[in-house]
């Protein structure tokens, strides 16, 4: 890095919405924001957390003056207790986001993290970079614009925000101070892109609390609302809700009471009545409770899931009952979501969602305040981010009739020269994802997960091969199919296929007989024959052999008596 070049990397949330990573250099140091994860799809069997791969800045881990988090959304600091020990720095943050993140670190036993908690407004130093948090409404308390300010020029690096009126619980959005950040003359704005296909704006959760409240209101039986834990003014919505309508609430779902613990820990959820524990709630009659559960995403180990299931210890859930889904349904996220409400409405339970009510409002900007941020901050360059592509492209789009002067696309790796002018990708630095399996990271394009991609399409086929030292079958070929062809489905076809095998193993020609390869490959052909597999079925076929030399072969003759 050159010293007099301010420059941006984003390892991770440029082209996806997640795993947020970004990199500020400056004077040959680098400056964190963000450290998330996110959660794996079908592409990747089997894995729960994928990661953001932070190899360019881990080799560089000397210059990485510290970590600062605008929020405690999981996209933004779930990372931490899996990659800190690859870069051991210290951490910024507010009091909400420290006590969550407490409870992440103790509960993953990751000890001598150095956090330091700021106020928003006050202006802290890293390395040579000039702090200031500034609040902004999101769902989820204390989330903050990190305001950089550099000899070389100021940078906006947005976060996840959203403008409302009346968020509740939480800050409004400090318009005063994005306004005065824009008066001081801003370089760069780095802006969340979620909701940029969406016109108009992200509506209010006030009256996302009237729309509850009417709801709730007029049931009759058992209700059970799932939102994201930590978007604790909807929590305060329930609580709010259900006294109102002479409910108690009960919480279910671990990281659902952790949430409830943190917030109230640093001064939030003061003014509602306390929670009933499960045993007790469940005691009391249907339509005096309002459960509040986890996994409104359809989780597979969340409380909603298992409660659908009839596998929860304590909720038990009867036809007529009701499920409010207030959340959104997240894009990519349909089928396992969908799957959830088909148990439920088979059960007779009753499935309100977002499709169907007014239960819950984004906490991103849409079109028009984003455009309002642009009016305030006026930044010479704008750079995307916390996007796919489609989002990106379209923000890009977005600023440019804004009148933004310069404006760029990023990918992760994307190395961007922010200043001095003009702004423009200078480098590609390596990027990746990392997943977390068997408590280890590897990279999520490892073969391991193509061979379990290709095992849940096409199955597999085992053939067990006994030989003598010069090629010859001691012994019919073993031969069993896991998901692969149906064996039993036809009779003789195993036997067909075993004849197959021997005949294969027979053809070779002496010296193919002596090498293992050889006759593996041309077993797996054979077998693909014989079992008229079509070009499209591809099992993995898998030969083992063990050959016997004579010494061996002699030992089992005089075992069986047979010399
Ligand atoms: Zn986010
Ligand atoms: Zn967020």
């Known amino acids: 890095m050159r010293r007099d070049e301010l420059l941006f990397v984003p390892l ?7 795993l947020n990573l970004n990199l500020y250099g400056l004077g040959g140091q680098w400056l964190m924001v963000d450290l998330g994860i996110s959660f794996a799809d079908e592409m990747l069997p089997g894995v729960e ?103 070389l020029g100021n940078v906006l690096h947005t976060g996840d925000w959203k403008l409302d009126p009346a968020p509740l619980l939480g800050a409004l959005t400090g318009t005063d101070a994005l306004e005065a950040f824009g008066h001081e003359g801003v370089l760069a704005m780095v802006g969340d892109s979620t909701n940029i296909l969406n016109p108009g704006t992200s509506g209010s959760e006030a009256e996302v609390r009237d729309s509850l409240m009417e709801l709730i209101g007029r049931q009759t039986t058992r209700v059970v609302m799932t939102t994201f834990a930590s978007n604790v003014a909807r929590l305060e919505t329930a609580i709010k809700v259900a006294a109102a309508c002479g409910r108690e609430v009960a919480a279910v779902g671990r990281s659902m009471r952790r949430m409830i613990d943190a917030a109230r820990e640093v001064g939030y959820l003061q003014d509602v009545p306390d929670l009933l524990d499960e045993r007790t709630a469940a005691e009391l009659p249907r339509d005096r409770v309002l459960w509040l559960s986890t996994g409104c995403q359809g989780e597979p180990r969340a409380a909603l899931t298992r409660i659908a299931a009839g596998q929860h210890p304590t909720l038990a859930l009867e036809p007529g009952d009701v499920v409010i889904f207030s959340s959104k349904i997240i894009p990519g996220n349909e089928r396992t979501l969908y799957n959830l409400h088909n148990s439920l409405i088979r059960a007779g339970i009753e499935v309100i969602t977002e499709e169907d009510h007014f239960v819950h409002v984004s906490g991103h900007p849409c079109r028009d305040e984003i455009e309002q941020m642009y009016r305030w901050i006026k930044p010479r360059i704008a750079i995307p981010v916390h996007g796919e592509a489609r989002h990106l492209h379209e923000h890009r789009a977005f600023a440019r009739r804004l009148g933004v002067p310069e404006v760029i696309e990023v990918r992760n790796g994307d190395m961007v020269r922010l200043a001095p002018a003009p702004a423009e990708v200078v480098e590609e630095v390596p990027t990746g994802r990392l997943v977390l399996e068997n408590d280890g990271l590897i990279a999520a394009g490892d073969d391991l997960f193509r061979t379990r991609r290709r095992l849940m399409a096409h199955g597999t086929v085992l053939v067990g091969l006994v030989l003598d030292a010069y090629g010859t079958l001691l012994a019919a070929p073993q031969l069993s199919t896991f998901g692969a062809v149906g064996l039993d489905q036809e009779p003789g076809l195993k036997v067909g296929v075993q004849n197959a095998i ?23 052909a054979a077998v693909r024959r014989a079992f008229r597999l079509v070009r499209e079925r591809r099992p993995i076929i898998e030969v083992q052999i063990t050959r016997l030399g004579r010494e061996a072969l002699e030992g089992l003759l005089d075992e069986a008596g047979a010399v």
């Open 12 to 18: 991770g949330g440029a082209g996806e919405i997640g």
């Open 49 to 151: 957390i994928i990661l953001p791969d932070p190899r360019f800045i881990e080799g560089r881990s000397e210059d990485l003056c510290g970590l600062v988090l605008t929020h405690a959304h999981e996209d933004h600091f779930g990372a931490i207790p899996y990659l800190w020990q690859r870069l051991r720095c210290p951490i910024w943050c507010t009091r909400f986001t420290a006590a969550v993140l407490r409870r992440k670190l103790d509960e993953s036993h990751l000890k001598g993290v150095p956090v330091n908690i700021v106020a928003p407004g006050e202006r802290f130093r890293i390395g040579p970079f000039d702090c200031e948090l500034i609040q902004v409404t999101h769902s989820i308390p204390e989330a903050h614009a990190l305001a950089l300010r550099t000899p």
């Open 502 to 524: 021997e005949d294969a193993v027979e053809a070779l020609e002496d010296e193919a007989a002596l090498d293992d390869e050889q006759i593996r490959g041309s077993v797996r």
